[in-house]
């Protein structure tokens, strides 16, 4: 089952090789922890504090691609964990049919931040419940 | 009037913030110098030299979903300066018509270094002459 989430906060490090980003459930209180690289991380973190942009960046200009070849952007999912990593989808309705195209999570939230209202964010249930596992032994997946 | 052009060297220094990416003419010895970003910069650099990428980075998801959204990659354009900072398109085949889509030159590039083949690369004229006068004083124009 598919559970609405929300992003809930950005934790950037310096020390850190790898960038902290957490979701809430929206009707809930449980988490989703997903470790993602420095230049991901940023780019997600600019456009929720909707810093100026002068030049559309790489999220953006996926964003105006997707609408310029007729696409509307409707939704991101992360569906699944294999070997400690968890991989996405990015859903685009176009021509009265759905796409999904698979990304990284990193690259799927930036995209649903880019856009104006943010994009629905599915989380599959299993994920979330294996997060808070392995959130107890201060543990969590790798994006990259 | 557009000219081709082709990839001819990337300059990464971890002293200077911007990083280098020359274009030579392709059938001539005529140079266009842009700089970029680190971030854009390595991920043209790792394409060139067919890094293996174990994941779907940012510019692959890009020409993932042009391809999902049944489009067909054309070829670049970087087609205009202002206040010192080049302008591109990339160009796009979908449905009988094609569309140009505004971006970084960085973004142009790494995208037409994503494909296989390389995408053409076409550059406005007048741009290469102004590049050639500018390389004389050592400076050049920023992409950021």
């Known amino acids: 089952m598919l559970v609405p989430m929300t992003l809930h906060r950005i934790i950037i490090s310096e020390i850190l090789e790898q960038q902290t980003i957490d ?22 973190e600019r456009r929720v504090r909707k810093a100026p942009r002068p030049r559309p960046l790489t999220h953006d200009l996926l964003v105006n ?10 939704s ?12 996405a989808k990015i859903r685009v309705r176009i021509g009265g ?3 999904d195209v698979d990304a ?3 690259d ?4 649903a931040v880019t856009c104006q209202p943010t994009l629905p ?7 979330i419940e294996d ?5 107890e032994d201060t543990e969590g997946s790798d994006d990259d």
């Open 97 to 99: 049919s759905t796409v």
């Open 23 to 44: 979701l809430v459930e929206k009707d809930g209180d449980r988490k989703l922890r997903i470790f993602i690289g420095i230049f991901e991380a940023t780019s997600i």
């Open 76 to 87: 991101i999912l992360i569906d699944s964990l294999e070997n400690r990593t968890y991989f």
């Open 65 to 74: 691609m997707v609408q310029s070849l007729g696409g509307e952007l409707d």
């Open 108 to 111: 799927a939230i930036a995209v």
């Open 104 to 106: 990284r999570p990193s």
């Open 121 to 127: 964010i599915w989380v599959e249930e299993s994920l």
């Open 131 to 135: 997060s808070l596992d392995e959130e």
